[in-house]
Nanobody, 125 residues
Framework: VQLQASGGGLVQAGGSLKLSCAAS????????MGWFRQAPGKEREFVAA????????IYADSVKGRFTVSRDNAKNTVYLQMNSLQIDDTAVYYC???????????????????WGQGTQVTVSS
């Protein structure tokens, strides 16, 4: 499956952005989807993930309560709503797809077989 992330941009601290990740095929609904991010000079880290049905979501502690992951299987798209953005949220955000079942695995990027190209999010003071 091919993934195309979009929606990044420049926003002031405290603001909001909504990222989208469109998949290329109807089999999208067979994948659990994750969002990761990589800040300059840092390793890529887990942000959030959502199950195939959308009924199960998990978040990194750093974004819990501020970010919401969701999906629309009819549109082959997964979203990341980001509110109360902080300067530390500045990063390139990537969406990824996995067939691995079990949310315990979704925080590990090694379990994701497909990746989007990334979209830049910059939060200014």
């Amino acid at each position: 499956v091919q993934l195309q992330a979009s929606g990044g941009g420049l926003v002031q601290a405290g603001g909001s952005l909504k990222l989208s990740c469109a998949a290329s095929e109807r089999a999208f609904r067979m994948y659990n989807m994750g969002w990761f991010r990589q800040a300059p000079g840092k390793e890529r880290e887990f942000v959030a993930a959502v199950s195939r049905s959308g009924g199960n979501t998990i978040y990194a502690d750093s974004v819990k309560g501020r970010f919401t992951v969701s999906r629309d299987n009819a549109k082959n798209t997964v979203y990341l709503q980001m509110n109360s953005l902080q300067i530390d949220d500045t990063a390139v955000y990537y969406c990824a797809a996995t067939t691995v079942v079990g949310s315990a695995y979704w925080t590990d990027q090694d379990y994701y077989a497909y990746w989007g190209q990334g979209t830049q999010v910059t939060v200014s003071s």
